[in-house]
């Protein structure tokens, strides 16, 4: 994710990627995940990771685990760490306080012994006891020359150090070794509630010991590790990403001999699932459809199919046949006959498909993420926040959240928090700050910014029909209507031919411009142009118009209803840029933007829509300011204080004119919401803390640059056979315990066999 405007070095990177969500599943084969009468306003959707005791798991095995790509970097705290990094190095490296299903941040016991503040004055210190068996691969105990090391190249005091993530660090004074190594005495200079975000992941010091190492040495390898799995290696050409067990691991032993991270791309992974190169991959709703009907086209228990090899034959295969029965030529004939060997064929790659593809069942939950409308207040209608507000109060979030997650059978609460999610301790609704959908009322305070129905078409310069400005510009030439009074019919019933032809061309022009990517909703009704409305009527593009019928040159076309009813200012429309991406990954993200054009403009808001490639989407559009509106998703985190300050930060202006935004990609912020994270990050009381972020998010809602739509599904296709793995949810995978519950047969880990 870029960091626009930021320094390297002075940005906290969040912990995942802003993600895009996926297509919506158009039949609703999936049981849903929460029983009867749960809240998911206060209740998280629960894991679906078919959890089973690890002595009922196999010992053994090569896993394949499908991830966008092999990571550019290994080192998580680089701009350029991705998901996949996250993924790898989590079953490589130490994490302190790793997240629960709750989303609450737990004390690992395979690292920790303890970790608890002991001194609150005058200083914050926190004292780590680390577990007497931990060690890194290489033998020697983790200890606290590792936390200096990293503490050290964190900290942003040292800009050799390429880190795209300090927050915390910076608070750090001092770090001491209590009565031994395996004492980590830290000593912060300023209050730091979050500090269990510190040291996750630990890397060793001999590759934040300097530089080098952590610029450039960790980024394709890591010698040095200490979790259930070592890294074996790296094969950016093969796209694989091999570890296997780490003899020195001192907890549960892994079940699995090896877990190999395969690089297959989102739309590509339905074949990789069938053919058997993975056994574990996220996947968008189309392919959970595909996984859905292979159980029923299977029988559910992986019988035979419900129909045979016939049934699949196309009307085109089966007229050919009834015209050889009929006596029809040798060459129809054998046309006939190639079309019905490659339906059979075709059938027979479906059966086949069906049959690998009954083999996997469809772990689902909600990520731990939200996805949001941003509206971006830097310039233009949208930095007037009584607008902002107006669009969020026409939206029916719950349509939306509907539209995206009630056909996977997942609640559809849309989240009332930018902060905290439903199940989370810090979760409390705070939309009403905003208020409820109220139509009238947007519409109320659109007029109060001056946005009023027919705005577009009054303007404050003089626009009199054949006003002495007009007649001058024209160079006082006679009235079109005296000069068709001296022309012949012949004439003028040509000059009516030829408008017949200028409207057909307009139309046709219109249609391509839709087509190509661009068009824009509101101003595109009958009768009507994108410009507002004035130019060719109902009655020109008439071909049985009455002959001579215009009016005067410089009148006005009477403007039809549907433009009178656009909102406008000043002779100018408002009309807002919607940038959506256009791959088809991005289904959903499309759908809910159609709905939401649909529902701006009910209330008279024109929206041109500019549809982006997928990987332009982000960089290209949303951090640039490249948007009015625009949808794109956050990841939630047990540390709000930290995490979302940078998001919801005031941009501040920078010496050459830009504004440094952080990670405010919408732009509107206020000083007041800075404090309240300022205040949230320094209170060492927990519930004191959550107060002030619920303070902090009341006024978030209230700036409306931020509307959170829905929890964004969590789609997981899984070998039947796998246990422990799945749609996690909030909580971190805990890899030891992920294995078959029969054994499989053994192969090289890295040629995506088992």
């Known amino acids: 994710m870029s960091h626009v405007g930021v320094p390297r070095g002075t940005v906290r990177k969040r912990r995942s990627v802003a993600l895009l969500a996926t297509g919506v599943l158009t039949i609703p084969v999936l049981a849903g995940c929460t029983s009867d009468g749960e809240d998911p306003t206060s209740v998280a959707v629960p894991q679906d990771i078919a959890p089973v005791s690890r002595d009922r798991v196999a010992d053994g095995s090569t896993l394949n685990w499908a991830i966008d790509a092999v990571p550019s970097t290994l080192n998580a ?81 040292d800009s050799a150090f390429w880190t795209a993530r300090n927050a915390g660090y910076e608070r750090i004074e001092k770090i001491e070794r209590g009565k031994d190594d395996l004492q980590v005495r830290v000593t912060f200079s300023k209050p730091y509630a979050d500090w269990r975000s510190l040291f996750s992941p630990l890397y060793p010091k001999e590759v934040t010991g300097s530089p080098g190492t952590f610029n450039d040495g960790a980024r394709t390898t890591l010698r040095n590790t200490a979790g259930p799995f070592r890294l074996r290696s790296v094969n950016k050409p093969k796209g694989t990403v091999v570890l296997d067990r780490n003899p020195r691991w001192w907890g549960d032993e892994a079940r699995l001999d090896s877990l190999v991270f395969r690089a297959v791309e989102p739309g590509k992974r339905t074949d990789a699932l069938a053919e058997g190169t993975v056994d574990v991959a996220d996947i968008d709703p189309a392919t959970a459809n595909s996984i859905a009907l292979a159980a029923r086209y299977r029988g559910g228990n992986g019988g035979p199919p419900a129909h045979g090899p016939g049934a699949g034959i196309t009307p085109a295969a089966a007229l050919r046949s009834w015209a050889l029965a009929h006596g029809s030529d040798e060459e129809a004939a054998e046309t006939a006959r190639a079309a019905r060997e490659e339906t059979r064929e075709a059938v027979a790659v479906y059966a086949a498909e069906q049959k690998s593809l009954s083999g996997f069942a469809v772990r689902k939950s909600l990520e731990p993420s939200y996805t949001q409308l941003a509206l971006n207040g830097e310039s233009g209608p949208l930095s007037d926040d009584r607008v902002r507000r107006a669009i969020a109060r026409t939206l029916d979030r719950q349509e939306l959240a509907d539209a995206v997650l009630k056909p996977l059978g997942l609640p559809a609460k849309p989240p009332g928090s930018h902060l905290a999610l439903a199940g989370q301790p810090g979760y409390k609704d705070g939309s009403g700050a905003l208020g409820e959908r109220d139509t009238k009322e947007a519409q109320a305070l659109l007029a109060d910014a001056g946005w009023t129905p027919g705005g577009a078409l009054r303007s404050t310069r003089d626009t009199k029909a054949g006003s002495e400005a007009e007649k001058k510009d024209e160079g006082e030439k006679p009235a079109a209507g005296e000069k068709a009074a001296d022309e012949d019919k012949a004439e003028k019933a040509e000059k009516a031919g030829k408008k017949d032809e200028k409207a057909e061309d307009t139309e046709k022009d219109d249609k391509a411009s839709r087509e190509e990517g661009e068009y824009t909703v509101g101003d595109d009704k009958p009768g009507s142009r994108s410009s507002g409305g004035s130019g060719v009527t109902a009655q020109d593009k008439q071909p049985g118009g009455v002959a001579g019928a215009y009016a005067p040159a410089g009148t006005a076309a009477p403007a039809p209803a549907a433009v009178k009813s656009r909102l406008g200012k000043d002779g100018k429309p408002l009309s807002l840029r919607f940038v959506l991406p256009s791959g088809p990954g991005s289904q959903s993200l ?132 796998l246990a422990n793995i799945g749609a996690f949810g909030f909580a971190a995978p805990r890899y030891q315990d992920i294995g078959f519950t029969a054994r499989q047969a053994a192969g090289p880990p890295a040629n995506g066999k088992k």
């Open 590 to 721: 499309r759908t809910v933007g159609e709905k939401i054009v649909a529902m701006l403009d009910s209330i008279g808001i024109s929206t041109q829509v500019t549809k982006v490639a997928d990987d332009s989407y982000f960089k290209d559009h949303i951090a640039s300011g490249d948007y009015d509106l625009a949808l794109y998703s956050w990841p939630a985190t047990a540390y709000p204080a930290t995490d979302g300050r940078p998001i919801f930060a005031k941009p501040e202006p920078a010496t050459d004119g830009s504004l440094l935004v952080a990670q405010n990609y919408t732009r509107v912020g206020s000083d007041h919401i800075d404090q309240l994270f300022d205040r949230a990050v320094a209170e060492l009381d927990a519930d004191a803390s959550r107060d002030l972020l619920k303070q902090a998010d009341a006024r978030i809602w209230a700036a409306a640059g931020s509307i959170p739509l829905y929890q964004r599904p969590q789609l997981v296709a899984v070998d039947k056979k």
């Open 77 to 157: 705290f680089q701009a350029d760490a991705d998901g996949a990094t996250t993924r790898i190095t989590g079953a490589l490296l130490p994490s302190l306080f790793p997240m629960d299903a709750k989303g609450e941040p737990r004390l690992n016991p395979d690292y920790l012994e303890s970790a608890k503040v002991i001194e609150r004055e005058p200083k914050q210190v926190v004292l780590y006891k680390l577990n007497q068996q931990a060690v890194w691969s290489d033998g020697r105990e983790i200890g606290a020359p590792d936390f200096v090391a990293q503490w050290r190249a964190l900290s942003g005091k």
